[in-house]
């Protein structure tokens, strides 16, 4: 169950809600976003929640079993929109594109791509400048500097910037440079992390572990939620199989399943799910088709010559195809 | 490296041919098939393929190093098309759709959906006589007779009908009520079943296995290919993973794969895949983007009284709704 | 729930019981093995399953849920003791090894091996001629000559033979020559071929699915005891996951929970498991110590040379240390 | 390739050696442990490691080719034991058994607990205090007070304790009430967390991720190594797959896999393993007799009552009975 207060509530109100509902053997928890507060509540008897919301400071009360309870859409039925500002939004309607490169190389790469982006209606540009990598000894991003730089330039096109966030120390150094926090697939757990970019006023964008589940993705991002910050992005990014065809499973399964959960948008990251080139094409459409409210894709100047992922990048020609078949497709 | 030999190739000649392959060091499995004769060989020496080219009696050879040959897109660039007669083909490129009840269960639940079907362009009836089931105390399908009416029917209504063999001993008995042979995901590696399919005249289906690998897929095709049968149509239908949140992890990263790597159609089944009746249509769209020949949907006039697998097949307004959608998205 | 029936029933007693199971609003299947009548009762009721133990004719009664019944511990408490004649028992009380080559591959090979097997106590010799392979131009066995000289050796030095047979045509040619029939993973769901060995008054062996569910193995033992035949033998081989470390993912979990849920003796395949020789003893040991009843293990005079698994067969010496040591750890 | 520099090197010398390297169109990464020195090389170009061995100022050089290098058997192949004080060790000859609560719950807890470890000679005693949950709306842990309690107790009795931390910000306020780090699996690739370990001057514990490969877990381990410390235990805990009949896949085949590559100590956690009570004595044997070195064992005086984990927790009558098994086991 979650009690919305009133914004103005007065102390004796809330702390009354409070004793009812430890009375009818309820724990709770209080949560204060940004935009609103919340009681979330939890417990196993059956209650009758109308006698909630006839409580005085009390402005909404829904009944949620799920283990995740304020990104439900069984608690908010209308879906969040994401307003970035400068009229970029994600979820309000259209399809959003986020591309760029896997990880940001230079100055030159960035503005090379930007205009190419700008021609195809994309707003937002990704880029890593901290990369997990499996072993120590691999290529592990060019920091903080490099993200100034990306920074500047995206904002002179009036673009706006995501990339990854690996650690919380990262929060506070990255927090003037970033439009988007993103947290990775293999992140997808760290608590800390998550509760962390819960106190964060900029939107964050989720990706399913390596083998997370969907109820797991949800909670994950619960726990964002329940730290204060709702703008919340999930990423299916694909998950680890025994198939070995292909980078990952790019399970677009799970689009309509998140969309019927929660209210959250729901983007799909097709270069890291199938992870070759040539088949970027097919499933960004057909993530579209089942219902995604955007894409993420890696694209490169020069792909044989990326530093990191260059086996899953789309040079320009073949993004500006992809972004064209799009846009035909979402005009249904 | 498939040698494919002259239709009219005299002993003496063929012989030599034979020769030269085994000089080379490799061994061949001759293969005739109701269309050509072939030499398949495999060895791991390189050899110049352009020499087995000169030789009399040879129609044309190419090197292909798969696991898989005949099905490989290296031997045959063009398209396999179905032609199941009464102008009802597969991968002549338009999308087929085939649709029908999990289990056939009279002769008027048939009729009531036949008008539907052909309302919505759809000449490929499924339908379900003989049903592997987990559990040897569950419902195993009504059985041959009902399948004669079920042929009768569709055949009444100019329609083809599709259906699942399970066993060697059923071939000759249900060939003559049947247009495409089905071979179930249970018996995706059942060799024998398809060695014998492979001297049939008829169009086999090859559902992929509930954890079978792409190559395998395209091998248990090789072995109905090398046995005689060219008319092949493969079909993905959901893989066994660790996610809970729908029946089978439809994928759709299979299609682009698939289509890139053999010359055969390649259909979807969303039904058994993701296995939740709403989710159906999306991932119907969705494979149709990916690329998909054509989609098998399993529909029920009143799904919630099926005999077998009601809750994920689609009552007949939601089906037109789908071949509606299905329709504006193939336009392109 | 199931019913047992007493040897000498009135036709009279028997039509009695089956009118109260189904006024109880229950189904129920007649099954008849080589050893005893059953009537297998499938229904959603609460029911007091007292009064079916007072009706006249009913040996024994007890509710078993689980989707598999007959081979369930909850009908039968006590293990099934495979008594294969001449002194040579499977799950009675001590461990038993099978070993013998991959395949089949001369009369030499098999005399050679014997000695080895006998001097360590082996009384049963496994060994293909009929080999399940996922492509149509590899080795598929020697077939049946080879299998009835195989057998002559075996007979010749009070062996015990177990084989694969891979379809219902094969059942019946095979059957003078074999002691126990093998249904391999890829046959695990091949419900005709299990029905079929369910008429065999020979023991069966079933193997695991290459991603079989626990669950699933017992339902297809439940096939074949339900087709008649009592003396089944369960088979982990290992299942198909991520894991790329080696050649299956051998669920050693599945040995402990099997011995729970069933009556029937449990053993382990080590080599077609993790799939690499030198890992096949520790393997073993596991498994023994996790509780198994018994190992089938892949042998070969000189692995280096064999026609098929050779990466994954012991030669003799490595086989002598693994029973060697098998025989201490299973001293307590 | 690796080079493992003499103690004290001069200056020069190791600039020499550093160029030679370049030269041969490597790269190196320079690592300091806190007990050597080493220059880890990383390259595609074949070259003779002699040259290397005969520079100044090199004590040791090795070829690796993995991905993981100074964790690998090939750099070192002598196993790498883990001395705690007080005579308590790992990996020395001996099996190790640590065991404790999944959460400390009190002081009365532990203390009752210790006799019982005590008694069956535990050295070493678990129990968490920041406990990663899916859930944010689940129990977290007591945290740093109850820990600082826990480790007084353990110090008290003699005894060395491991706990889990979750977080960089953790490992300064843990350092003074631990004797192993213990990082999660789902803390296993939080990259930035091991390299932070790596400065610390106790030993790391490092679990599986919960779909980890055994290559990644290598990796991990290479993380802390290459920061500066050699003291690592690697732990199998159960993969994620399909089956449903248990908690997690217990992958034993990793144990033999791992104590080839790696010289580091390997113990396996059945409790979250196959994570259900009466299974954990059977896959622990079974642990053992794959060749672990150790087990991780929850335990509870009262296990119904355990506010995590109880349902796989042994009461101490049961931990008593496998530490008896498992000590005649390993007595062979």
Redesign the interface.
Known sequence: MIIQLKDKIADFDKQSIESVIQNAGYQF?EVKTQQKSYL?C?GKKEIDIRKFGLLKGVEDVHRVNE???LVSRKWKVKNTVIDLGDGITINNGSKTIIAGPCSVESDEQIRGMVEVLKRNGVGIIRGGVFK??????SFQGFGLDVLKQFYAVAKENGMKVITEV????QVEQMYPYVDIFQVGA??S?????L?ALGKVDKPVLIKR???G????LL??A??VF??GNERLILCERG????????RN?????????LK?KTHLPVIVDPSH??GIR??VE??S???????ADGLMIEIHNEPEKAISDGFQSLNFEEFESLARKMR??SG?
Chains 1, 2, 3, 4 share one sequence.
């Open positions: 928890t979330v939890i283990d995740y309870k997990p990598r499996s072993s120590p000894y690996m650690q919380l120390s293999r992140n757990q760290n608590f800390n992390l509760s572990g390596i083998s589940s969907i109820d797991e909670q994950s619960e726990y329940s730290s998950i680890r199989t025994y198939e070995r065809a292909y499973t790019l399970d677009l399964n799970a689009i309509p399943i019927e799910g199938i040539r088949f097919p499933m459409l057909a993530a579209i088709a089942a219902g035909l497709l249904h």
